[in-house]
Each structure stands twice: as structure tokens, then as C-alpha cells.
T-cell receptor, first 112, second 116 residues
Framework: QKEVEQNSGPLSVPEGAIASLNCTYSDRGSQSFFWYRQYSGKSPELIMFIYSNGDKEDGRFTAQLNKASQYVSLLIRDSQPSDSATYLCAGDFSGGYNKLIFGAGTRLAVHP | ETGVTQTPRHLVMGMTNKKSLKCEQHLGHNAMYWYKQSAKKPLELMFVYSLEERVENNSVPSRFSPECPNSSHLFLHLHTLQPEDSALYLC???????????????FGDGTRLSIL
């Protein structure tokens, strides 16, 4: 059974701090991982994807992938109250058929 | 209109009712998906369509019946639902099936379904 695990949170960080969101997965065959942000009552919005070991940076966001440890993370630098949302981690285990397995999400609260 | 649009946004129905959820994408995509999002649970993939052909039925009960009349529209017909079916139903689309990093999925805002 392929699984993606996330701590449900809430993760509470002060404004301006680095928020670190973590995700583990169970299938070594997975190739691509995605981070979505979902505000309450809204659609999941793609933030970043990563498929190579190491770091990938996009603005204030950095995704990290460690395939040996089966671990994916998302760092948000200079966290803002507007970053408060649920962050969904997803992996594509389907070998090229775009079928995503999602974690339950981590709720992030950035307080002023 | 842009993106993926779902209607209605909210739906309350009894267990014996028949209703339909509608999804329309304005992105020119060829693949469409239905997901179920229950409280505190991960998004669950229900159905996948590619070029109007169903390519995945993820062990979904027959009381959920999808329909994809063309690549822009996707329906989920509901009949004799159970209270545990209350959830947010999300539609997504991608350019095609294939490597997900090349075909990111775009989601609609969902239909919040409540079964009485």
C-alpha cells in the first residue's frame, strides 16, 4: 500500500520565521513529489514539485527531497500570515500515469 | 472564465435523492479527475478520464457514477448516498496523463456535499 504521511499540525510559527513542513512516503519507486497549498474552502494550489534528490528553490519556498530516507520537505522563509493554510504533500507512484497519492496535510498557522 | 469551475459549491441531499456534480475546465486539458476530501483524511482519487475515456476507477461504490461527455466537462452522478459520503468533492484537470511533473493537476474549488 503506497502511503504519504504528514503531521496534521497545527504548526505554529511567528511571522518572519522559517516554517518547515515534512512528509514521508512508503514507496521507493515514486518519482515526483508535489506540494499544494489549500486555504479553507478553496482549491488546492500547486506550489512546487521536485523529482531529483536535493533542494529546489522558488522564491521563499524550498523543496527538499531525500530518496534514500524517503523524505520530502517544504521550507517557507520569511513566513507571512497569508501563508497560513493547509499544505498537502503528494507523490506520483504510478510510473507516468499522473495518479497522485496525497498526505492528509499539515495546517500551518503564522502569527503576527 | 478561467481554470476549473465546479457547480454547485454546496449541496445538501437526502439519502434517496439523485443529484449531479458538474466540473468544467477552460484550460484545454485532456485529462480530468474526481477526488474526495473528507475531514482529516487525505484526498482520495476516485476516477480518472483521459480524452473522455475512463482510465481509472479506484474501487468507488456504484452509487457514484462519473460521466465525461467531452474533454472540457466532467460529471459525478450521485444516487442513494450514505452519510459517510459527506465530503468535499474536488475536480482536477491536467494537460494529459503522463509524467506528473510535466502535467501538473489544476483543481477546482470543490462541491461541499452533505448527506442527511
Amino acid at each position: 500500500q503506497k502511503e504519504v504521511e504528514q503531521n496534521s499540525g497545527p504548526l505554529s510559527v511567528p511571522e518572519g520565521a522559517i516554517a518547515s513542513l515534512n512528509c514521508t512516503y512508503s514507496d521507493r519507486g515514486s518519482q515526483s513529489f508535489f506540494w499544494y497549498r489549500q486555504y479553507s474552502g478553496k482549491s488546492p494550489e500547486l506550489i512546487m514539485f521536485i523529482y531529483s534528490n536535493g533542494d529546489k528553490e522558488d522564491g521563499r519556498f524550498t523543496a527538499q527531497l531525500n530518496k534514500a530516507s524517503q523524505y520530502v520537505s517544504l521550507l517557507i522563509r520569511d513566513s507571512q500570515p497569508s501563508d497560513s493554510a493547509t499544505y498537502l504533500c503528494a507523490g506520483d507512484f504510478s510510473g507516468g500515469y499522473n495518479k497522485l497519492i496525497f498526505g492528509a496535510g499539515t495546517r500551518l498557522a503564522v502569527h503576527p | 472564465e478561467t481554470g476549473v469551475t465546479q457547480t454547485p459549491r454546496h449541496l445538501v441531499m437526502g439519502m434517496t435523492n439523485k443529484k449531479s456534480l458538474k466540473c468544467e475546465q477552460h484550460l484545454g486539458h485532456n485529462a480530468m479527475y474526481w477526488y474526495k476530501q473528507s475531514a482529516k483524511k487525505p484526498l482520495e482519487l476516485m476516477f480518472v478520464y483521459s480524452l473522455e475515456e475512463r482510465v481509472e476507477n479506484n474501487s468507488v461504490p456504484s452509487r457514484f457514477s462519473p460521466e465525461c461527455p467531452n474533454s472540457s466537462h466532467l460529471f459525478l452522478h450521485l444516487h442513494t448516498l450514505q452519510p459517510e459520503d459527506s465530503a468535499l468533492y474536488l475536480c482536477a484537470s491536467s494537460q494529459d496523463l503522463g509524467e506528473s511533473r510535466n502535467q501538473p493537476q489544476h483543481f477546482g474549488d470543490g462541491t461541499r456535499l452533505s448527506i442527511l
